[in-house]
């Protein structure tokens, strides 16, 4: 500023000494030469861009509120997710419990949008129940397990004698060394030597190993044969006649250490027609007894190997009880061994086969 009046600023002494000039009456005036054409330079940073910037809300001072009581917010009142119109009575989805509707038909009208989301809402998880504090005697009972299933290592353990051997120590005598002895005669091979009955089975198997024949179609239709026919019994006024059908299963004749074995698992049926007279003339019921597990040891001597017997009728309603009781033990299929009736002959001839099978080769 001009040491003088101190009304004018300048930037530098320059500019002071340009502005300044004396008049003719020997008084020192200010005037301000502004040259349009050539304007002096400025110098420095120039901040008055930033006179019209506000102060952001965070900076800004807080005032004091006045305390007076807000408002409390509006609740929406709720609307129908079909039509959107506002609702006074609401019908809430019965599943979900969060969707509202103005009326039967729009909540039908929206259903195939809403069952995508629409789900049943989760019960709230119970509460574990407190554990229970633990008491010194439960306490006692686990420490005292745990003590008895330790494994304890005990290194002192007695190994025995034959352990000794490492306690080896070598001696004074020199080391010998081994020297074949030579055998006076000739030797005989005692198993060349001794007789042996001839081995069962094939030429090529000569060492009695396994070997097994496939008979299984020899046994079906030998055993067929034996099952053709039956003789006819009368019981109840009435005859009844049978005949054996369907023979499955299988057979084989293996060779096990030079041994000849006989083997077959084998299940038939029985066909039997029961025939009487009554007041509207002759009947006839038709009925199966199923045979399976019919095996090699059902006949063998100190094995209990029964074969599994089923009766069943065909025409069951043609048959009243009395009668039906009396057909069914003239057939004998309640016990095994049977004691008599039709499957006495069936178990007659199933033994008298098992026998000629062992003769089969």
């Known amino acids: 500023q001009f040491g003088q009046f101190f009304a004018k600023p300048w930037c530098q002494f320059l500019c002071q000494r340009c502005c300044f000039r004396e008049p003719a009456s020997g008084q020192k005036t200010m005037t301000a030469s502004v040259q349009a054409e050539d304007p002096a330079p400025k110098r420095g940073i120039d901040y008055s861009k930033f006179d019209q910037i506000e102060d952001s809300d965070d900076d800004k001072p807080q005032t004091k509120t006045s305390a007076t009581p807000t408002k409390p917010a509006e609740v929406e009142k709720p609307h129908c997710a079909n039509c959107h119109k506002d609702i006074q009575k609401p019908l809430r989805c019965g599943v979900c419990k969060k969707v509202s509707y103005c009326s039967p038909q729009c909540q039908k009208g929206d ?111 030998t055993l067929g044969e034996k ?17 054996a059908d369907s023979v499955e299963g299988e057979a084989s004749k293996p060779v096990i250490r030079g041994k000849l074995r006989h083997f077959f698992d084998l299940s038939f049926k029985v066909k039997f027609i029961f025939k009487w007279m009554d007041s509207d003339g ?16 059902t006949f063998a001597e100190g ?31 309640g016990q095994w061994p049977p004691s008599g009736g039709l499957m006495e002959q069936v178990s007659s001839k199933m033994k008298a086969w098992a026998e000629e099978y062992e003769q089969l080769k």
């Open 111 to 221: 259903w195939q949008f809403h069952k995508r989301n629409c789900k049943k809402p989760e019960e709230p998880k119970a509460k574990e129940p407190a554990k229970k504090p633990v008491s010194e005697e439960a306490k006692a009972r686990r420490e005292k397990k745990r003590e008895e299933e330790k494994v304890v290592d005990n290194d002192n353990d007695d190994i025995g004698i034959w352990y000794r051997h490492r306690e080896w120590k070598p001696t004074v005598e020199p080391k010998k060394e081994f020297r074949p002895v030579k055998v006076e005669g000739a030797v005989t091979d005692p198993v060349a030597a001794s007789p042996s009955a001839p081995a069962a089975g094939s030429a090529w198997n000569s060492a009695g190993t396994w070997e097994e024949k496939d008979v299984t179609e020899m046994a079906k239709k």
């Open 282 to 297: 002759q009947k006839q019921a038709e009925g199966t007894v199923s045979i399976s597990d019919f095996t090699n040891d």
């Open 227 to 243: 099952l053709s026919a039956f003789k006819e019994t009368d019981i109840a006024s009435g005859v009844l006649s049978a005949s």
């Open 303 to 333: 094995v209990l190997s029964a074969p599994v017997v089923e009766l069943s009728f065909k025409d069951a309603k043609k048959l009243d009880a009395s009668r039906r009781h009396v057909v069914e033990a003239g057939i004998g299929a």
